[in-house]
């Protein structure tokens, strides 16, 4: 069944490629968005798959069948309750936040129970940020979870969430909250904090050594390019589940260091072996 | 002036690269190999870039203009030194390994004062090894280092190193041994580590997990599918710069989540300002 009008609130690099899949694919007739900023409402007015673009929120979710806030963690429920009244009967509301289980409790001390709402979290992304870095296949074949709650269960949110984000070419994962938050802990938000530590460490040494580096350098770093805001909320908002897996990280890097430190080849050798059989089967897929 | 003969001493991913961008680029009229695998031997006597493949390195050098030891790091002198009554007069000599001050130092102990040696490291791999991922454009536009040392110098092998590595389509950027090993301890060993420490850590948890990452942890992991082996040697080589490297990027990350765990939100996005600002200019390049 093909969707009427998807709105899209915020479009970013996230909420933009969403307009772009769903039209590329024929999802809806019809992508609209709210921006704060007048720069991005006028760059979606000069593309040709936003097809109208509000300056308030509430005008952009009058009529859509389905909404997706793609706004910072923190402000996504906030946006939503102002919204409330102006949403569709039967709208399927979601999200694209980092975390989930904050995100989920918010939702449902502040939104009307009867609302059709499910947290999701598409695993797409980019370190450029923006409605100009959006790419139509951008969430192609990336994993999109979708948090499995007593509200997503009442109101069968959760079910036509995943059918939405397969439409747009993801793969789909229910999983609870809490689980979720587990999960992009370790394999989004401490990669992004190591990254980050990488970056700002070999910022203190000679500028020209950036350029000497190959592609390993590029890669291990990519992602702390990314928004510091758009990360300090994320970072913040999963803060519980992402401390133990710093401690876990920093265990492992301590006791590479002592290897090396105390000429423990064979600990060493360990390390590395482990990490290789870990990550070699996604080289080859 | 097109070189009659290159030798690569190891037909890995770099020696065999080495061979199809000397061909592709018509660097060189002959390009031979030796390989101690029978295997690696049995690949190259398929490929229409190697014309020649030696059980003894010595067959392999015999009459070469350019010989290019492709071994692991703790390898290279001991077997150029086999080779050198085989050597012919005037000839090349340079490697690829990824430290140079240990490497210089034990050449300049080991080899005739006459040999033109000069220690190379082409900042180019991939976390793919062996001959069946080499590619004719793996060092294109990356940089080599060539080690500025006093036989270099004296021999003129220096000069004559990057004129080679740019004739294969490398940037070359001569420096002394030791100041190269800094370098790459910070911008090539020091991210292998922390890749490294990543997946060891990420190996603890469910295997599922692994499936559940985006670009983000594939590219932040990528190194770490290395070879245990070789990058153990690496490591252990280049030690003495790599320590204070680690050092560094421990004092990074542990402010990273002094500043999470105390919910000092100043200092978390100070960090990720400096990340972010040191590293987007490779995103833009």
Redesign the interface.
Known sequence: MKIQKIAVLGAGLLGASIMQAAKARGVASQCVAWSRSAETRDFCRQTSYCDAVFETPQEAVAGADIVVACVPVDKIVPLLETCVPAIKQGALITDVGSVKAAICAEADRVLPPELCFVGSHP??????NGIAAARSDLLDG??C?VADDERSRRTGAGTRACAFWEKLGMRT?LVCPKEHDA??A???H????????????????PLG?????????????????????V??SI??EN?SE??P?????????????NA??D?N?EQ??E?????????????MQ
Request: some cysteine; charged content about 20%.
């Open positions: 695993m797409a992304g980019s370190e450029l990336h994993l979870f994962r999960i992009v370790h394999v989004s401490l990669p992004h904090s190591v990254a980050v530590a990488l970056s700002a460490a070999l910022a203190s040494k050594w950036r350029e000497c580096g190959a592609g390993g350098l590029r890669d291990t770093t990519r992602v702390s390019a990314g928004n510091p805001k990360w300090r970072l913040e803060r992402i401390l897996a710093l401690e876990l990280f920093l265990a492992r890097i301590e006791s590479l260091r090396l430190r000429e080849s060493l050798l390390i590395l072996s482990a990490a290789s059989a870990w990550r070699l089967p996604l080289s």
